[in-house]
């Protein structure tokens, strides 16, 4: 495998979210004062709280990356994953706590199907508390 041209895509906007990347998941908050407004991850958590923002979390990252969309893209020569993840998933803080919980199990299930199928994955870690 060493000397293999990298082929990869970004799946940004899975584990770690963001407007312009995933705007369909912050469109209920337009029209809304800025104490009710969600810009990132954080505010996100915030805003909609540990239980409603981790239903809708389970269920954008069941649906925003797929078994069949993996097998898509290796069949088009891709062999390469990044994976922005935030270090919340894995020591979570305030507002993260219990909003983000099973976040590491959707990652385990993305690195099974990758494995199964022979994509290499570059985890990303671009969320960190300072």
């Given at each position: 495998?060493?000397?293999?041209?990298l082929?990869g895509?970004?799946?940004?906007?899975?584990?770690?979210?963001?407007?312009?990347?995933?705007?369909?998941?912050?469109?209920?908050?337009e029209?809304?004062?800025?104490?009710?407004?969600?810009?990132?991850?954080?505010?996100f958590?915030?805003?909609?709280?540990?239980?409603?923002?981790?239903?809708?979390?389970?269920?954008?990252?069941?649906?925003?990356?797929?078994?069949?969309?993996?097998?898509?893209?290796?069949?088009?020569?891709?062999?390469?994953?990044?994976?922005?993840?935030?270090?919340?998933?894995?020591?979570?803080?305030?507002?993260?706590?219990q909003?983000?919980?099973?976040?590491?199990?959707?990652?385990?299930?993305?690195?099974?199907?990758?494995?199964?199928?022979?994509?290499?994955?570059?985890?990303?870690?671009?969320?960190?508390?300072?």
């Open positions: 495998m060493l000397g293999r041209q082929r895509v970004n799946l940004h906007g899975w584990l770690l979210l963001q407007p312009w990347v995933t705007p369909s998941l912050f469109y209920q908050f029209g809304k004062p800025p104490e009710q407004t969600a810009m990132d991850m954080y505010t958590c915030e805003v909609l709280g540990p239980s409603e923002g981790n239903r809708q979390l389970r269920e954008h990252w069941r649906k925003w990356v797929t078994s069949d969309d993996l097998a898509q893209l290796a069949a088009q020569g891709i062999n390469t994953l990044r994976v922005p993840v935030g270090d919340w998933m894995w020591e979570p803080y305030e507002p993260f706590e909003c983000t919980s099973g976040s590491i199990h959707e990652l385990q299930r993305v690195l099974r199907i990758c494995d199964r199928i022979h994509l290499r994955v570059l985890i990303d870690l671009h969320g960190a508390r300072p």
